[in-house]
């Protein structure tokens, strides 16, 4: 049970009585993960696949119930007027309330600790002095290593206490990074975590500018998802989208930190792969082009072209007897089944049932009274089946997609009024009188990620694909209107939480408004929320970077930063690259991580130089440890990383990296707004003319 306010305990001292519940409520974790290891399911199972099954989940949920010594149990208390519930009658008790993680209960089963995503835990990021929820006290605890250090009160519904920032919860935000992403549960503001409890029903989609927690929320609406609909979701999955491997890397402890291991991680890449392997690029025009929504049709045509129209009726001889289907009649079922738009495959299996049973009709009409048998052995007649392979034949995917791509007028014919000719030349692969041999084999092919996604829209024409629970799509302002059908697939019959920023988007096809990318996941009714209070990037730095909105984002609100400390910001001009390690060796005596960011063609020569001085550096994603505090990150993998400092290397290089100007702005904006204490600009060249006064 909760501890009632009016706890007879000493209050002489609050932070030892404080220190006192986490240490009874730590033994108390410590017993209930005690109590699942000491399972026996030896007597519970009927065989070894159930036994299988059962021991992973026992050996899932003593992993939730890890004591991870350097994150706090819990980070707050709420002390309500009333017990939550019940009548708010005069001098009805209150009740207390640790906010944590996860539940954690003694031994009689009453809660030490409530789990953040509970009901009775919303005041905790909800109430104000405006608005107390019946709260009482709030308290937020400071940690050092584990160990509570401090606390801070506000006393909610006091008309006498003026409303005030949270030193603690502005420490918590400004605390040094290291390492991989953490969780910012203590820290969800109020518009946050409306957009964290909204319902599994619904996708949201989230526009939120550098450091406004977008990413950091979405994963929290997964943790609170699983915690509100946890058997619906465990039976239909749940799947987090990161652009790159490294970002995947970066995120991944922040579930398993909040007790939620079962949620998958991948890539677009890792989703459309289907087998294939990815060892081409395309160039900007061709890879526009087969990102482009209309590519759809043009494969939805080319599949369906396949189906042909019988000419010659069908044959069946069962014993004695000929039973005959005209070609007029096979045609009326071809029409139907593609009048239906059901899936290729499931037409191609459904049309020898649909034969088989005009057979039957003819069978009971001359006396015979056949049975479902029956009509599966018709089904399987010979017959049957090669009409069916002349009327509908199979369709291999990458088959077809590697068709399309190299025979000019199987692409025409497919794409006429939907591609112009310039657009079927960019995508073909060999042009007649170009020189270049035509691909003979799927794996003789050099498949690129866009012909993947194309590949993948394929298959799904063909047969449906999987639809998950809930997905999170993150860093989604890059993707192609063909990326966004192949994530939408996978979430038909669920929900989304799509999250990105438009100023951020660097890829050619980049998003340019979020009713259409949610028009191409197949959610247009989706929720469109926007998040524009900074909590990452100081506000010297974001002030300066926002200088580039109105030439990449112009309808695009600026972050505003609600950070107390402006945080350091310097432009230095330099002369050679020596200069650039004494940036990163001057940031390095401060706490916590350091990142150098450059254009992706400069990183070789500054690896060299860092090398040359001695100093030790990472690969984005790479964990930091107390030896090596900085990562060489290029530029084109920036996106989703954070630093305490950040020195950036020639920001005119970082623009003229990208094949056009706005792409190079969108580029500078993200590595500029990736520190979270500090920034040192460096340039031999000058500054791009927009970062100008």
């Known amino acids: 049970m909760s501890t009632p306010v009016d706890d007879p305990a000493p209050l002489d001292d609050p932070l030892s009585r404080e220190r006192a519940h986490l240490a009874e409520s730590r033994a108390a974790l410590r017993a209930m993960r005690e109590d699942v290891e000491s399972l026996d399911i030896s007597d519970v199972t009927a065989n070894w696949v159930n036994a299988e099954v059962l021991a992973r989940q026992i050996d899932d949920r003593i992993k939730a119930l890890a004591d991870l010594s350097d994150t706090p149990l819990f980070f707050g208390r709420l002390d309500y007027l009333h017990a939550p519930g019940a009548e708010q009658a005069e001098g009805a008790a209150g009740e207390r309330f640790y906010i944590g993680r996860r539940h954690v209960h003694d031994a009689d089963g009453d809660p030490m600790v409530i789990d953040w995503r509970a009901p009775v835990s919303q005041p905790f990021y909800r109430a104000s002095k405006k608005d107390p ?138 989703l459309v792969a289907g087998g294939i392997e990815i060892r081409g690029t395309d160039d900007a025009a061709a890879a526009v082009v087969k990102g482009d929504a209309r590519m759809a049709e043009v494969l939805r045509r080319a599949v369906h072209s396949h189906v042909t129209m019988p000419t010659e009726p069908v044959v069946v001889v069962r014993g004695s007897r000929r039973w005959r289907v005209p070609a007029y009649e096979l045609e009326a079922i071809v029409r139907e089944l593609l009048d239906r738009g059901i899936r290729y495959g499931a037409a191609r299996e459904a049309l020898p049932q649909r034969i088989a049973h005009a057979v039957l009709v003819q069978m009971e009409r001359s006396g015979e009274a056949p049975d479902d048998r029956v009509q599966d052995a018709v089904a399987r007649n010979a017959a049957v089946k090669a009409a069916v392979k002349q009327m509908w034949p199979p369709v291999d995917p990458a088959k077809l997609v590697l068709r399309l791509l190299t025979d000019a007028d199987f692409l025409a014919e497919h794409a006429d009024g939907i591609l112009d000719e310039e657009e079927q030349k960019a995508i073909l692969w060999a042009l007649p009188g170009s020189g270049k041999r035509a691909v003979r084999s799927v794996k003789a092919a050099k498949w690129s990620a866009a012909d993947a996604v194309l590949i993948d829209e394929t298959t799904d024409l ?29 979430c038909t019959t669920g929900s989304a939480t799509v999250l990105g920023d438009l100023a951020q988007g660097t890829t050619p096809w980049a998003t340019r408004s979020w009713d259409e990318a949610l028009a191409h996941l197949g959610k247009p009714d989706g929720l469109i929320e926007e998040l524009t209070a900074g909590f990452r990037v100081p506000t010297d730095v974001i002030t300066y970077a926002s200088r580039l909105l109105p030439h990449i984002a112009p309808g695009l609100t600026p972050v505003a930063s609600v950070r107390e400390n402006p945080g350091f910001f310097a432009l230095r001009p330099i002369e050679d690259d020596s200069e650039v390690v004494a940036a990163c060796e001057e940031l390095l005596r401060n706490e916590g991580s350091t990142g150098l960011i450059a254009a992706d063609a400069r990183v070789p ?47 005119q290089a970082v623009v003229d990296g990208e094949p056009d100007e706005r792409t190079g702005l969108r580029r500078l904006y993200v590595a500029l707004t990736r520190a979270v204490s500090g920034l040192i600009v460096t340039h031999a060249a000058p500054l791009p003319p927009q970062l100008a006064e």
């Open 133 to 270: 929820l019946d709260i009482a006290l709030r308290r937020r605890f400071g940690y050092t290593r584990g160990d509570i250090t401090a606390y801070e009160d506000e006393h909610l519904s006091d008309p006498a206490e003026a409303a005030r920032t949270s030193k603690l919860l502005q420490q918590e935000i400004e605390r040094p990074r290291v390492g991989p992403m953490r969780d910012i549960v203590a820290t969800i503001q109020p518009e946050q975590d409306e957009i964290v409890r909204s319902g599994l029903g619904g996708t949201v989609c989230v526009q939120g500018g550098p450091g406004t927690g977008k990413t950091a929320v979405g994963l929290h609406r997964v943790a609170y998802l699983l915690y509100a609909h946890r058997e619906r979701l465990a039976r239909t999955g749940t799947l987090v989208i990161g652009p790159n491997r490294s970002f995947l890397h970066y995120i991944e402890q922040v579930l398993p930190a909040l007790g939620e291991l079962t949620v998958q991680q991948a890539t677009v890449d890792d």
């Open 462 to 490: 063909v047969q449906r694909t999987h639809s998950l629970g809930h997905v999170v799509l993150d860093e989604a302002q890059d993707l192609s209107p063909m990326q966004y059908r192949a994530v939408g697939r996978r």
């Open 605 to 651: 020569a500054l690896a060299k130089a860092l090398t040359a001085a001695g100093i030790g550096y990472l690969d984005p994603g790479e964990e930091t440890t107390a030896e090596t505090r900085l990562t060489l990150v290029p530029a084109s993998l920036a996106k989703g990383l954070e630093y305490d400092y950040v020195v950036l290397d020639e920001p």
